[in-house]
């Protein structure tokens, strides 16, 4: 299913369309300065370059209910994609390890760069859920180091496993193990739900996975269908910033009489 669209205001009309079609385009085709909304309440965030991630130094607000991810320390942290979608909407301040502010610019940079495991592309995605309410998580880190749960790790042939983490270096290890380019589930995505708890996640609604290039071939779905053990699929492909969304199905072709 695909769609497109850009930023703007909308009217009542198209807000009721997203409500009925979550997988309308919703992106922007290329990095450009976001209109920042005002917020009273803005958390801020100081970045760890050998973590690849951001640790939440002051936390306002209830949207850290599903942001962010909880280490052994009970201390917060925040993916690259995560900091530059609050960051966009004015509601994150990121500092640079010696206490400087970084600006959106900065941060688009990183996420160009795609060295900490995310892409412009799978920002887009990620982006886009996010702004239509779904609760999205990286599948290679689970939510916090007190519960078991999905963990699509990179370095693994199997792609719904138990896994947690206990530390920075643990944390460290899965951004430097992942392979964006490979065909495997990117996020897991729940539906909009104000009840929604880290320590009891359950099965994301779907996976998402990434598409570049060529289309993948009939073996690979049906391999990456049969590790994920039954948990529903579906795909993202972003071409000049607008994100279209799809699942794949099996049919049949009736027979001719």
């Not at 009309?13 to 409500?19: A, F, G, L, S, T």
């Not at 850290?64 to 201390?75: C, I």
């Not at 996020?187 to 104000?194: C, G, K």
């Amino acid at each position: 299913m695909a769609g497109g669209g850009g930023w703007g205001a909308k009217d009542d009309d198209e807000d009721e369309e997203h409500h009925r079609n979550p997988f309308l385009s919703n992106s922007v085709s290329k990095p450009s300065p976001a209109k920042h909304q005002f917020r009273s309440e803005i958390s801020k965030a100081r970045w760890v370059e050998e973590m690849g991630m951001g640790e939440i130094v002051e936390k306002k607000g209830s949207l850290w209910s599903t942001t962010g991810v909880v280490a052994k320390t009970n201390k917060l942290y925040c993916h690259i994609e995560e900091i530059l979608f609050l960051a966009e909407k004015g509601a994150l301040i990121l500092t640079s390890p010696d206490d400087k502010k970084l600006s959106v610019g900065d941060i688009y940079e990183k996420v160009i760069g795609a060295k900490f495991g995310c892409s412009w592309e799978s920002f887009q995605a990620y982006k886009h859920l996010k702004s239509l309410g779904y609760i999205v998580q990286r599948c290679d880190t689970p939510w916090t180091s007190r519960n078991d749960q999905i963990s699509c790790s990179s370095n693994s042939s199997t792609c719904k496993s138990k896994g947690t983490y206990d530390d920075l270096d643990s944390i460290s290890d899965l951004l430097e193990g992942m392979q964006i380019n490979k065909l495997k589930p990117l996020y897991n995505v729940y539906m909009p739900n104000s009840k929604f708890r880290k320590s009891s996640p359950g099965d994301p609604d779907f996976l998402l996975c990434l598409l570049r290039g060529n289309p993948p071939s009939i073996s690979e779905i049906e391999n990456l269908e049969d590790c994920c053990d039954g948990l529903r699929l579906k795909y993202c492909y972003v071409d000049n910033g607008r994100a279209s969304f799809f699942s794949m199905e099996k049919g049949s072709i009736p027979t001719l009489p």
